[in-house]
């Protein structure tokens, strides 16, 4: 079954008498509601200790998808997590934690009252030295703390510090440690509340130990009324928090708030009873207190035994009730003298039996229970003896079976660690589970195998198991819509079956979820399910397959690293150098075998890096070096140096393979369309040659004048190759130099901000300016930015750059604002490049420009193409968001020529579209240019966007982008970029 209705759990654990009690309620509530439940661990799985002292770190939105609402258990999670769930409009109900900052209802067990009659029952004894033992950091613990001395306080009883036993966790050896701090302060008290039985439990082996005989040297009462309560010696008396009604009221809460009732009560308290025994100072029957006459011994019996089932009012449906009072009835009637005084004849012995075994079910399935009956009737004689004999047969059968499921599960989980850590099958297929009783099960794991960053990333369902199937494997899923349908729809609340999600995380490691479809447990102390602790072998697993499958992998990368290139299987830069020296060697040795080498260049590459992503340019590269060696002979040798760039060494360069031949080749194979994500995508090369020659006495020269020569081809025509000679090493010596000038130029401010308007083309009147950088050269003159850019951008200097620009126009705003010069809502748009975009200091550097010179907000608009963003959408996303936010304008340059998504651009904060000079030149005169450009345009008043269109020339470009719908414009027709002085007298006037 796959309910609408869903609801979540979130808890620290989901087994255990506390967490699988509480999980009870919630199933059995939400069943009768025809809801279903999620219940997601949020600490690691196989976690050591079990005291939770601080909210788990878990981050991931795990089934928001598919729940209506959260109940949480304890300090689950984070209040950040709460808030960011709360912002999704629904609701949660926390457990046992107050949230002062969140204003939903917390269900707690009504630790007062409890506390109360424990205290008062104590006073009742006589005693006076109260002690309170407890771990006081814990909000139920701290509570009953206050209760405790709110009850001294009514008796008169003045609170003593020196009573406070502080316990270091809620477990036996808290009890331990507080019991040691009563001995050595020479056991201050007559009797000592505990904040928990694990703590009275501590407390009763210690003194016990130290030969104290209790409860005459020390009474002791505790809260919880766990299992092993019962039997201990003497018996604990003690507190009972109804575990599982407390999940029913917290889950019948969260229904309510689903169904639209909103006004829940800010605290609702469950009630508590005091289960009397013997470690208070009660010997026998001293249960029953009245101020009235007792009713008749039958009745007062039947009433103990009703008390001793189900001791919380309200634990049980009035149908469970009436079965509960009348079964209660019989047994009393069975252990009756006989007498003319009894009510009823005695009841057959089927009846009885039946009747015990209704209480049995009612208790909740507790053994205790049968022994707390069998304490009741033991002094009833003979008529008694037939009960207590069903009541130790039942017992037998009850401690049998859980023995029987003890052993079983044992079993099952030895069969499953050993499957785990043999190894030799592979653990994420989760054929393990068979040898399990779960109903189905499925495995979660990070794509790409690591923890991702973004918050709802994708799980790939790595193993999926089903009873009477073969494992499978599904489709991957967000992890807010884990886990899939197929396993959510084997659960069924009604039977008791629900889905557990737990992290399959461990240490350091950290794989995803694993879902299991199983039945509540409230056996056992810690709470630690068995596919926990599957969970935690599972981490192990995946770990040492990791490491195993790094270690061949490694084994196999030093074989080859050392030779081929990962990506392509080609030699590496190694391997050919090596091969090209043997060449040199031979040549120097038979001058009559030249040979050539060819260095290629991708051209175009970088775009197709940008617009479709690094996975779609490592296949592209891949497909090149297919190409380039379907061309090749086999005793020549191709190789990848680096990045995109190839070399090719021709072992013999005669007709009709010469470098000059094979480059000719190689541009005609390289020519043809890639395909690539359903795309076609056209690179070209350029390519250098350089022939042997008895002047090369080591590779890496040869290598040197390749590449001087493929810059050579690249710079007169992408696509085309050429033949090195001693001229282009005059050039390459020459872009050196300008790199060298860049650097002074930077340190004795020789750049120039020059502006060209940006026009309202209605109006004609300058909106803003783009800010476009001269270089005024000491010697050349003003410079524009296609004499020394593409140097700048090689070399990393435009990262400089970019900041003195950024830095500048800031300073020039604020001037002309405080000249009073601007016209209002004045903008200046800076270029940012894709390598200063990516640098890291982008933000840094606009943060202190806009600090600096403090121009007004919004005055400064910065253009990205689209390449920059489309090279990794999320985080470029993120540095948009953060510029925003500082006040920038965003505008995308150049649109339209190149790869971009609209669902991204749509998730970005752009303010506008800068329309590319290359459709505006031919708007009038090419049908396609002009439709592509109403294309953009609908598309960015569609989304709100300023429209800017470059390179207007001609009054017609102009009227045309007009009748279009386009806003705003720059180009000659207007004016050229002009300096600072200049353009401040453009502003207010029609360009």
């Known amino acids: 079954m796959s309910p609408d209705l869903t609801l979540g759990v979130l808890s620290p654990f989901l087994g255990g008498w506390y967490y699988g009690g509480v999980l009870a309620g919630i199933a059995r509530a939400a069943a009768e509601a025809g809801a279903g439940v999620i219940a997601i661990q949020t600490l690691d799985a196989g976690t050591e200790h079990i005291e939770v002292t601080e909210p788990s770190d878990l981050s991931y939105p795990v089934a928001w998808q598919h729940v209506s609402g959260f109940v949480v258990v304890l300090q689950a999670v984070t209040h950040r997590y709460l808030h960011q769930f709360t912002e999704t409009g629904r609701p949660f109900v926390s457990v046992s934690h107050e949230l002062n900052d969140l204003d939903f209802p917390v269900v707690m067990p009504d630790n007062r009252t409890g506390i109360t009659e424990a ?170 207190h009245a101020d009235v006459d007792p009713p008749a011994p039958h009745r007062r019996l039947a009433d103990l035994i009703a008390t001793t089932v189900a001791p919380v009012h309200g634990s049980l449906s009035p149908a469970d009730g009436a079965d509960l009072v009348h079964a209660a009835e019989t047994v009393a009637r069975a252990v009756q003298d006989g007498s003319a005084e009894a009510p009823s004849p005695r009841p057959a012995c089927e009846e009885v039996r039946l009747a015990l075994e209704l209480l049995l079910r009612l208790s909740g399935g507790r053994p205790e229970a049968l022994y707390e009956i069998a304490q009741l009737i033991r002094d009833y004689g003979r008529p008694a003896n037939g009960v207590l004999l069903i009541l130790m047969e039942m017992r037998g059968r009850t401690l049998f079976r859980d023995s029987s499921l003890l052993r079983e599960t044992l079993t099952a989980q030895y069969e499953v660690g050993m499957e785990l850590l043999r190894g030799h099958r592979e653990p994420a297929r989760l054929e393990w589970m068979r040898r399990t009783w779960v109903r189905g099960g499925c495995l979660g794991l990070w794509a790409g195998g690591l923890p991702p960053s973004l918050a709802d990333a994708a799980l790939e369902i790595a193993g999926l198991f089903v009873p009477g199937e073969p494992p499978a494997v599904e489709a991957s899923v967000p992890v807010s819509a884990f886990p899939p349908l197929r396993v959510r729809a084997l659960a069924d609340p009604a039977a008791n079956l629900i889905v557990f999600v737990v992290p399959v995380k461990g240490g350091a490691s950290d794989w995803g979820f694993l879902a299991v479809v199983d039945s509540v447990s409230t056996g056992g102390a810690t709470g630690r399910e068995p596919f926990n602790q599957w969970a935690a072998l599972l981490a192990v697993a995946l770990d040492r397959q990791a490491l195993l499958k790094e270690s061949l992998r490694q084994k196999e990368q030093l074989r080859i690293a050392a030779l081929y290139d990962e990506l392509t299987g080609l030699p590496n830069r190694s391997l050919f150098l090596d091969r090209l020296r043997q060449a040199i060697r031979q040549s120097r040795r038979r001058s009559g075998r030249p040979f050539g080498v060819l260095f290629l260049d991708l051209d175009g590459f970088k775009v197709v890096n940008d617009s479709l992503g690094h996975s779609a340019g490592d296949r592209l590269l891949k497909q090149v070096a297919k190409r380039i060696k379907s061309t090749l002979r086999e005793s020549d040798t191709v190789a990848r140096f680096g990045g995109d760039e190839f070399l090719v060494l021709l072992d013999d360069v005669t007709a009709p393979h010469t470098p000059a031949q094979v480059a000719e080749r190689l541009h005609g194979v390289l020519a043809q369309p890639f395909q690539l994500h359903g795309q076609d995508v056209v690179v070209t090369a350029s390519i250098g040659i350089t022939m042997s020659s008895r002047r090369y006495s080591n590779a890496e020269d040869l290598l040197r004048d390749a590449d001087i020569a493929m810059y050579s081809a690249k710079s007169r025509h992408k696509g085309r190759h050429a033949i090195f000679d001693v001229a282009m090493h005059a050039k390459a010596v020459t872009r050196l130099q300008i790199e060298t000038e860049l650097r002074q130029a930077l340190d004795n401010g020789e750049f120039e901000v020059h502006y060209q308007p940006i026009v309202a083309l209605r109006s004609g009147r300058t909106k803003g300016f783009e800010a476009l950088i001269r270089w005024r050269h000491p010697l050349r003159g003003l410079l524009s930015p296609a004499a020394f850019m593409p140097v700048a951008e090689e070399t990393g200097l435009i990262i400089p750059i970019g900041s003195w620009v950024i830095d500048e126009c800031c300073r020039q705003l604020a001037a002309w604002y405080a000249a009073d010069v601007a016209t209002p809502g004045l903008t200046v748009a800076v270029n940012v490049s894709n390598r200063q975009f990516w640098s890291g200091n982008v933000i840094d550097d606009i943060t202190e420009a806009l600090g600096r010179h403090q121009p007004p907000a919004g005055s400064l608009a910065v253009e990205i193409t689209e390449g920059v963003v489309m090279e990794n959408v999320a985080p470029a996303r993120d540095i948009l968001h953060t510029l925003h936010d500082l006040g920038c304008q965003l505008h995308v340059d150049d649109f339209g020529t190149g790869y971009s998504s609209l669902e991204a651009l749509h998730r970005l904060p752009i303010d506008a579209l800068k329309i590319d000079r290359s459709f505006v030149w031919q708007i009038d005169t090419d049908r396609r240019s002009g439709e592509l450009v109403r294309t953009i345009v609908l598309m960015g008043r569609n989304l709100s966007l300023d429209l800017i269109a470059e390179g207007i020339e001609t009054p017609e470009q102009r009227d045309f982008l007009i009748r279009l719908g386009c806003g705003y414009g720059q180009g000659f027709l207007f004016s050229r970029p002009v300096p600072a002085d200049v353009a401040c007298t453009l502003l207010g006037e029609p360009a």
């Open 119 to 288: 205290v008062d029952h104590l006073v009742a004894h006589g005693h006076r030295r109260i002690a309170f033992a407890g771990r006081l950091e814990t909000d139920d613990i701290r509570q009953r703390y206050e209760a405790y001395l709110d009850a001294l306080a009514v008796h008169g009883i003045e609170p003593d510090p020196g009573l406070l036993i502080p316990a270091p966790t809620n477990q036996v050896d808290g009890g331990e440690h507080a019991a040691e701090r009563m001995l050595a302060a020479g056991l201050p008290s007559t009797a000592v509340i505990a904040g928990t039985d694990e703590n009275a439990t501590g407390i009763m082996h210690t003194l016990a130990a130290a030969g104290l005989r209790l409860p005459a040297d020390q009474a002791v009462i505790g809260f919880d009324d766990l299992r092993s309560s019962a039997y201990l010696i003497p018996r604990l008396t003690t507190v009972r928090q109804p575990t599982e009604l407390i999940g029913r009221a917290a889950a019948t809460t969260l229904l309510a708030m689903i169904g639209g009732d909103a006004e829940q009560p800010a605290r609702i308290l469950v009630p508590t009873s005091l289960i009397v025994r013997e470690s208070c100072g009660c010997v026998g029957d001293v249960a029953f």
